[in-house]
């Protein structure tokens, strides 16, 4: 029974303790790239759910596509591009002026915004990364982000399962 292990048994532990603990690590390091920020940036993001969980936040109402009115919270888009080294405010202007803002879900889905609809000195509404409507977080098929444009008379880009924000030249 309690015979010594063989040197091919100690072998094949090792190699299912060192192959289980790849498999895990990789797993989780995959679990927390939840959103990235790259293009025209001088610092590209990747951000885990700490990260966005920990930057300002603003609240903002809009009518969701049942007509009703919501409350929803999370990042002004604002906020995360000049993280990401965007050129706002007093840089935005010449051929900056024909940057856009390409935002894309998991579905494929994908939606643009010029920059400078985004950027608080030329819009009069905050356009907002929400993380969170009504006080609570946001349901399945919608989490972890949705856009929301408040005055914009129809929903279609209050993109659902957002995970990239990519800035592009026009020209
Ligand atoms: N990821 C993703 N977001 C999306 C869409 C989509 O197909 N995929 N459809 C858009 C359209 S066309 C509308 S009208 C609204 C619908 O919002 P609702 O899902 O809250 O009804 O979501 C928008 N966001
Ligand atoms: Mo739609």
Known sequence: MNQPKSRNQSANRLFI??????????????AQTVLTISGEVTKPLTLQAADLKAMPH?????????????KY??????ELLKQ?????????????????VAIK??????????????????ATRTIILADAVDGAPLPQGVRPYRVVVPGEKKPARWIREVKSIEVRFAK
Do not use: M
């Open 58 to 70: 603003a609240e903002v109402t809009g009518n969701d596509r049942d007509g009703k009115e919501h």
């Open 105 to 122: 879900a998991i579905d494929g889905y994908e939606v643009i915004f010029a920059l400078a609809e985004i950027d608080p000195e030329f």
């Open 84 to 100: 990401a080294g965007a050129t706002l405010g007093s840089a935005l202007r010449g051929e900056n002026l024909t940057k856009y």
């Open 73 to 78: 919270s999370g990042i002004p888009l604002s």
């Open 17 to 30: 303790a060192i192959t289980l603990s790849f498999f895990f690590s990789t797993l989780v390091s995959r």
